[in-house]
T-cell receptor, first 114, second 115 residues
């Protein structure tokens, strides 16, 4: 079975632009979470979606938004990009929404802001 | 507030030597605990998890971890390290509820293996 797939793998944007990152979960998984990993740090939680509803939100500004589609895939949108948004964006999927559900990560999208 | 501390940013061990990576957490109840490994340019792979029961848990690739409630620790161990184990290791704590899968990660420990 395919794992979590993310697209694109790399992206270069300039300040002020907008970006959309995509994630397809493992087949059968209904929960998708997004994390931001800045170089040299651990991942930080951005959002969790389960059954197309937002179930959790981290400490990120409103420039960050996400949604989940009926097929459980998800998009992360970031508006008005700042240099500090440069990071690896990781998507993780799990069967359910709870803390006892192991999360399976994709390889991420590397976003560089010039 | 939940937090995870990995006291060692870098660790270097010789191939064949034993390994212990430290993790301390702060959480008000029994947490869900995880160890993940990340190779360069890749996502995170789950090594093992602890939810309840036996405090010594076995994972993939020969890794094990021990939950010690009195020390708020969940250290990762391996008896004999292989060169392919060189990577970054993250400890994470999950919320002990059914309503959210949010993970809090430590800042990671980079493992270097000497031949």
């Amino acid at each position: 079975d395919a794992g979590v797939t993310q697209s694109p793998t790399h992206l270069i944007k300039t300040r002020g632009q907008q970006v959309t990152l995509r994630c397809s979960p493992i087949s059968g998984h209904k929960s998708v979470s997004w994390y931001q990993q800045v170089l040299g740090q651990g991942p930080q939680f951005i959002f969790q979606y389960y059954e197309k509803e937002e179930r959790g939100r981290g400490n990120f500004p409103d420039r960050f938004s996400a949604r989940q589609f009926p097929n459980y895939s998800s998009e992360l949108n970031v508006n008005a990009l700042l240099l500090g948004d440069s990071a690896l964006y990781l998507c993780a999927s799990s069967l359910g929404q709870g803390g006892n559900q192991p999360q399976h990560f994709g390889d991420g999208t590397r976003l560089s802001i010039l | 507030a939940q937090s995870v501390t990995q006291p060692d940013i870098h660790i270097t061990v010789s191939e064949g030597a034993s390994l212990e990576l430290r993790c301390n957490y702060s959480y008000g109840a029994t947490p869900y605990l995880f160890w993940y490994v990340q190779s360069p340019g890749q996502g995170l792979q789950l090594l093992l998890k602890y939810f309840s029961g036996d405090t010594l848990v076995q994972g993939i690739k020969g890794f094990e971890a021990e939950f010690k409630r009195s020390q708020s620790s969940f250290n990762l161990r391996k008896p004999s390290v292989h060169w392919s184990d060189a990577a970054e290791y993250f400890c994470a704590v999950g919320h002990g509820s059914s309503n959210t899968g949010k993970l809090i990660f430590g800042q990671g420990t980079t493992l270097q293996v000497k031949p």
